[in-house]
């Protein structure tokens, strides 16, 4: 499949380094302690970050970010969560103009203990709502933190902080890679679904690359389209991780036999935008060489085109405030400094007159 790119960013990242398993690693430590827009239009066309704060200055066009919905997810600020503590995060991300924030945990390491009830005043004190949380899905431990194993537990923490959406960034692979196994998966889903509703919640699956792969018993089957046409659109939504969607189209534009399956990220959700209430912003730089098709960097720094998605979603007729956009960099290089730039790159995009 073609596409445009931009010159070379100098945001560095190991072309040998892992990012899909070091980020699934690192994020399962964490919690475990706690229709129709090409791949051109969206890929490689996207302004320099130069360019759009020029754009910026001259006021032209509508801000591409809906005002109020500008998200992070606090695992991109884990290390200085885990050090400073969440005051002084939530001190930065308030200085960065962030509306919201996205749990991956509730404790703050060597910064001491916090309540749900002090987190909660301390994010609303800083401008922040706390908007969802990632939360394990299952575990071989009865105790664990997980929907799986503490539903109940879960909930009541969300609903102590206030939560509109809960939710996990595990795949649907407990039972396995086979169609019967993902709708399986999919039952739990709706069970945990129905249980947030209750609550006033909504439950939501945060994708990696691997959820677009092919069934192993059904290989003409893509598994992201089982889970949702197995689950309840009422009561499991989708949170798309942006970045790991443009992976997996570079890795699963083919079925396991060679012959094509091409798919574009946006048109599931120009298809389907009430199941996508969150996204996941988070940029790549396109590198064919990376068996993952792309290197993550900040968000401005790389080849996904965030002027046009996002206006390609929030231009649909009643949802120009209806989805929630959290900035994210799995292992950023200074994570203030990409909490900062992401901000300041996002506010600056502007729709085309």
Same mark, same amino acid.
Not at 83 to 94: I, R, S, W
Not at 107 to 122: N, V, Y
Not at 281 to 289: A, F, H, I, L, N
């Given at each position: 499949m073609s596409r445009l790119i931009r010159p070379s960013s100098t945001a560095a990242t190991s072309k040998n380094h892992d990012p899909e398993l070091s980020h699934r690693l690192s994020r399962r430590g964490m919690l475990g302690v706690a229709a129709g827009a090409?791949?051109?239009a969206l890929l490689g066309t996207a302004a320099t970050p130069a360019t759009a704060a020029t754009a910026d200055a001259a006021g032209r066009g509508r801000p591409v970010l809906p005002p109020g919905r500008l $998200? @992070?997810?606090l695992y991109s600020l884990r290390d200085k969560v /885990?050090?400073? $503590? *969440? !005051? &002084?995060? *939530? !001190?930065?991300?308030?200085?960065y103009g962030y509306d919201e924030v996205e749990f991956a945990g509730y404790?703050? $390491? /060597? !910064? $001491? &203990? @916090?309540?749900?009830?002090?987190? =909660?005043?301390?994010a609303r004190n800083h401008g922040l709502n706390p908007i969802g949380s990632h939360v394990g899905y299952y575990s071989s431990d009865p105790n664990a933190y997980t929907f799986a194993q503490n539903l109940n537990k879960v909930l009541d923490d969300a609903q102590?902080?206030?939560l509109k959406h809960i939710g996990t960034a595990a795949g649907p692979f407990r039972y396995g890679s086979t169609v019967d196994a993902w709708k399986r998966a999919a039952e739990d889903f709706n069970t945990y679904g129905a249980a947030a509703k209750a609550r006033g919640m909504k439950f939501y699956q945060h994708n990696h690359s691997e959820e677009f792969s092919f069934a192993t018993d059904q290989p003409q089957v893509r598994l992201y389209d089982v889970l949702l046409e197995e689950t309840d659109p009422d009561l499991v939504y989708l949170e798309m991780d942006i970045y790991w969607a443009y992976v997996a189209q570079f890795r699963f534009s083919k079925r396991p036999d060679g012959t094509p399956a091409p798919f574009e990220p946006i048109d599931y959700v120009l298809k389907s935008p009430d199941r996508y &209430?969150? *996204?996941?912003? =988070?940029?790549?730089?396109?590198? &064919? /060489?990376n068996p993952y098709g792309y290197r993550m960097v900040d968000v401005g720094d790389g080849d996904i085109d965030y002027q046009r998605f996002i206006s390609a979603v929030t231009r649909l007729k009643g949802h120009r405030l209806a989805h929630h956009w959290q900035a994210e960099h799995d292992n950023p290089t200074e994570s203030f400094t990409f909490a900062r730039r992401s901000s300041a790159h996002l506010h600056s995009l502007r729709e085309n007159c």
């Open positions: 090409t791949a051109a $998200g @992070i997810q /885990s050090t400073l $503590g *969440f !005051a &002084p995060v *939530f !001190a930065e991300l308030e200085k404790t703050q $390491g /060597s !910064a $001491g &203990p @916090i309540t749900l009830a002090q987190l =909660k005043r301390l102590a902080l206030g &209430p969150l *996204f996941h912003v =988070k940029d790549g730089e396109s590198d &064919p /060489s």
